[in-house]
Nanobody, 126 residues
Framework: QVQLVESGGGLVQAGGSLRLSCATS????????MGWFRQAPGKEDEFVAG????????YYEDSVKGRFTISRDNAKNTLYLQMNGLKPEDTGVYYC???????????????????WGQGTQVTVSS
C-alpha cells in the first residue's frame, strides 16, 4: 500500500523556519521524481519545488527560490523541504507527491504526479 505522510507543519512568525518531511512507503522511492505543492485558501494547487531521483536536478517556484530547499534521502525513503525566511503568503497546506515518469525528472503540474500525501498545514503570521 502506497503511503506518503507529511509532517513538520505548524504556526510560525514571519521570518521563521520550518522543515517539512514526507515519509514514504509502498513504492520504490529512489525511482520516483518528487515534488512539493501547496494550496492556499481559495486557490488552486501551486508547485513549490521538485527533485529528481538522485537529486541531480531541482527546481523551485520563483517566489521560494533562495528561501526553500528540497532534498531527499533515498535510504530513508523520505523527502524534505527546508523553509527559511517564511512569509505570510507561504501559508497553506503543503503536500508531497511522487511522479513515476522514468528518468531523472519530475513534473511541474499536479496531474503529472501519481501519489499524494494528505498534507500538512503551514501558517505564517505577520
Amino acid at each position: 500500500q502506497v503511503q506518503l505522510v507529511e509532517s513538520g507543519g505548524g504556526l510560525v512568525q514571519a521570518g521563521g523556519s520550518l522543515r517539512l518531511s514526507c515519509a514514504t512507503s509502498g513504492f520504490t522511492f529512489s525511482r520516483y521524481g518528487m515534488g512539493w505543492f501547496r494550496q492556499a485558501p481559495g486557490k488552486e494547487d501551486e508547485f513549490v519545488a521538485g527533485i529528481s531521483w538522485s537529486a541531480d536536478s531541482t527546481y523551485y517556484e520563483d517566489s521560494v527560490k533562495g528561501r526553500f530547499t528540497i532534498s531527499r534521502d533515498n535510504a530513508k525513503n523520505t523527502l524534505y523541504l527546508q523553509m527559511n525566511g517564511l512569509k505570510p503568503e507561504d501559508t497553506g497546506v503543503y503536500y508531497c507527491a511522487a511522479d513515476s515518469t522514468w528518468g531523472e525528472t519530475f513534473g511541474l503540474t499536479p496531474n503529472e504526479y501519481d501519489y499524494w500525501g494528505q498534507g500538512t498545514q503551514v501558517t505564517v503570521s505577520s
